[in-house]
Every structure is written in C-alpha cells, then in structure tokens.
Nanobody, 126 residues
Framework: QVQLVESGGGLVQAGGSLRLSCAAS???????MGWFRQAPGKEREFVAA???????????HYADSVKGRFTISRDSAKNTVYLQMNSLKPEDTDVYFC?????????????????WGQGTQVTVSS
C-alpha cells in the first residue's frame, strides 16, 4: 500500500515559479510516479512522470505543454517526488495530483495509476 501527500501549491503571478512535493509512504522504487492536473469538468491531464529503475538510473517524461518549463525529480532517500514549475502561465491553473503506478509503462494514462494523492491547487494569475 502506498499513500501520497502533495504540498506546495498556491497562488503565483504569471512567469513565476512553484515547487510541488509528493511525499510517499510505502515502497515506490521501480514504480512510475506521475503528476497530473485537472480542471473542474475536465479529464485529468498528464503532466510529467519519473521512473527510478536503479539507484543511479531514472527516466523522465513530460507533456508537450510543459516541456522546458517543468522538471520532475525524486529524492529516493526521502521517498519524495518533486515538480518544479517555472515560467508559469494562467493556463497552468489546475488542481495537481501525484500518482503511483504499481507496474506497467503507460505513464501518461491516468487509469493505469493505482494510488493517488488528494491534490493541491495551483493558481496562476495574469
């Protein structure tokens, strides 16, 4: 069983930065850890994912809309995944969710993830 707790959301002006954290309890090594976002009435949208497949190796993936602006990383010692968000735009306003996938490789598909955090609101003002 894995529990995920997000933090770090808030209100920021366009062009600003925020860093989201996802603290995990339980084993998450060799699991895809992903960030998704969702606006009211819309489907959950893939943002970024990371897989640590060895103590020194990892793989990252990004949605086209955030490439070059967002960076996903993880601290294995703290069992925490981060999403550094720079050059934020008003269209990045959403609730951001952290998720973990027990097995599989379809990192962009929300239905493949087994565990979810409660979400954290990010609001970017223009």
């Amino acid at each position: 069983q894995v529990q995920l707790v997000e933090s770090g959301g808030g209100l920021v002006q366009a062009g600003g930065s925020l860093r989201l954290s996802c603290a995990a309890s339980g084993r998450t090594f060799n699991m895809y850890m992903g960030w998704f976002r969702q606006a009211p009435g819309k489907e959950r949208e893939f943002v970024a994912a990371i897989l640590a497949f060895s103590w020194s190796g990892e793989r990252t993936h990004y949605a086209d809309s955030v490439k070059g602006r967002f960076t996903i990383s993880r601290d294995s010692a703290k069992n925490t995944v981060y999403l550094q968000m720079n050059s934020l735009k008003p269209e990045d306003t959403d609730v951001y969710f952290c998720a973990a996938m027990r097995s599989g490789s379809n990192y962009a598909a929300s239905h493949e993830y087994d565990y979810w955090g409660q979400g954290t609101q990010v609001t970017v003002s223009s």
